[in-house]
């Protein structure tokens, strides 16, 4: 009687299960929208169960050079003084295998904006400190200044870190709140950010362009997908970066960042003073104050300088990575806008 009784209600929801998508595959034949809002859940659930799946390493890429820019290329080997410096391949595979792994599932993009501190000051997180630079940074190092605050999850009190502008995100909660959910990309965790500080750049976005600059070897790499795991290498240059020189000078951050900004001439002050002593060409910025561009010209009203002999010798710029300003264009035109990454690494 028992086993007759289970049978009876195992009958009843199979028919209620077929009741129910015989219900939704004739309202979604009579309503498009329906069948397309089906479609949509259909298409993100097979996508969620490919990002499951064994993430791609260092291994699984495939980069072949295939250069859109060609002057002052270097070898993937060459002489420097009396060493060698190289092109970082195997860590430059690790962060384009980084690269497929996040975009393998359905996001909503943005991106953490603060630059000169124009969406306000962030507010002073749990545990910091004054920084050689004799700014207030996190448990982490990250400078207070031109940051967003990131605020454990149910804990709206007080930030517990930074999180530096141009940073990328995945948004979690609706962008209509107060404060958004947001899971970093460019950092680990998940947490709480005013939404004022956040920019969102949608769920169409792609970032298959990538300006890899090394700190260690002073050199600059762009690389462009061309298929699932396969990248194309578009130029190899020298660059100069970031100096250790406080209070005016800083290092290039390391770290993932999204190209935010251009300007076909950035102007610049002489150190300490609000005096304009020059620009630089073809700047696209990326973080904070630090941009890629071409050679600086101290002078406002000066021509466009092509190369300079300190290209890719030792730091020496601002916070900047200088590159020959052909190739400073060349970045400039393919590296769009909240479309491309630049990946600083050592």
């Known amino acids: 009687m028992k086993l007759s009784l289970k049978l009876i209600l195992l009958s009843c929801c199979i028919a209620g299960i077929s ?31 490919e990002a499951k799946k064994k993430p791609k390493t260092a291994a699984d890429i495939k980069l072949s050079t295939d250069l859109a820019y060609n002057k002052h290329t270097l070898e993937e080997t060459y002489p420097y003084k009396d060493t060698t410096r190289i092109f970082q391949m195997e860590k430059i ?49 990250n400078e207070r200044y031109q940051s967003a605050p990131l605020y454990a999850l149910g804990e709206t009190d007080k930030p517990s870190i930074y999180g530096r502008d141009g940073s990328l995100v995945k ?20 947490w709480e950010a005013p939404k004022r500080y956040v920019k969102t750049i949608g769920d169409s976005v792609t970032f298959h362009r990538v300006v890899f600059v090394d700190v260690t070897n002073q050199n600059i790499l762009t690389a462009e997908r061309t298929g699932d795991c396969e990248w194309a290498i578009r130029s190899m240059n020298p660059a100069t970066t970031g100096q250790h020189k406080p209070p005016y000078a800083q290092e290039t951050p390391t770290g993932m960042f ?7 001439k950035m102007y ?28 600086p010209v101290n002078n406002p009203k000066g021509a466009i300088i092509e190369t300079s002999w300190s ?28 479309n491309a990454l630049v990946i600083v690494i050592e």
């Open 311 to 338: 290209l890719g010798t030792t730091p020496r710029s601002h916070m900047c990575v200088r590159n020959a300003s052909s190739h400073a264009k060349f970045v400039f035109d393919w590296a769009k806008t909240f």
């Open 268 to 295: 610049y002050y002489k150190d300490g003073t609000t005096s304009i002593e020059g620009y630089a060409p073809y700047a696209s910025r990326f973080t904070n104050g630090a941009y890629v561009h071409g050679v």
């Open 19 to 49: 009741c129910n998508q015989t219900k939704e595959a004739k309202q979604a034949a009579e309503d498009p929208a329906e069948q397309r809002r089906l479609d949509s859940l259909e298409t993100i659930k097979k996508a969620e169960e």
């Open 171 to 190: 948004l979690k909660s609706s962008d209509t709140l107060a404060m958004v959910q947001v899971e970093g990309v460019s950092f680990e965790g998940t």
């Open 93 to 141: 595979k690790e962060k384009l295998a980084y690269v497929e792994n996040f975009q393998r599932a359905p996001a909503s993009y943005a991106v953490l904006q603060n630059h000169k501190n124009k969406n306000r000051e962030a507010p002073l997180v749990k545990n910091y400190h004054r920084n050689e630079y004799t700014r207030i940074s996190d448990s982490l190092g």
């Open 258 to 264: 999204v190209v935010q900004e251009k300007k076909t």
